[in-house]
């Protein structure tokens, strides 16, 4: 499967950003889907993530309450629902996949092996 994330873009703080990742090429419904960030001088960290049936999420603390992941396995897509947006959630998010069992969820980076190109979210002050 192949991802393309898209959605980013310049937003104040306080407000809120889709963004979508699009899969192709592979049976999107089999797949353990997350979202990491990568802030300019830092490595990429752990966002969200849901299992392949999308009934069970998981998120890093600091954007729990605030954010929401979300799938539509008949679309082949994964969402990013963020709202209160902080000028720290400024970075360049990726979304990334593999495949996974029923009711799985991943917040290791070196356990997804198909990335997506990242699309960056610019929060301002």
């Known amino acids: 499967v192949q991802l393309q994330a898209f959605g980013g873009g310049l937003v104040q703080a306080g407000g809120s950003l889709r963004l979508s990742c699009a899969a192709s090429g592979g049976a999107f419904s089999l797949y353990t889907m997350g979202w990491f960030r990568q802030a300019p001088g830092k490595e990429r960290e752990f966002v969200a993530t849901?299992?392949?049936?999308?009934?069970?999420?998981d998120y890093a603390d600091f954007v729990k309450g605030r954010f929401i992941i979300s799938r539509d396995n008949a679309k082949n897509n994964v969402y990013l629902q963020m709202n209160r947006l902080k000028p720290e959630d400024t970075a360049v998010y990726y979304c990334?996949?593999?495949?996974?069992?029923?009711?799985?969820?991943?917040?290791?980076?070196?356990?997804?092996?198909?990335w997506g190109r990242g699309t960056l979210v610019t929060v301002s002050s």
């Open positions: 849901i299992s392949r049936g999308g009934t069970v999420r």
């Open positions: 990334a996949g593999r495949q996974g069992v029923t009711g799985e969820t991943i917040n290791s980076i070196d356990r997804y092996d198909v």
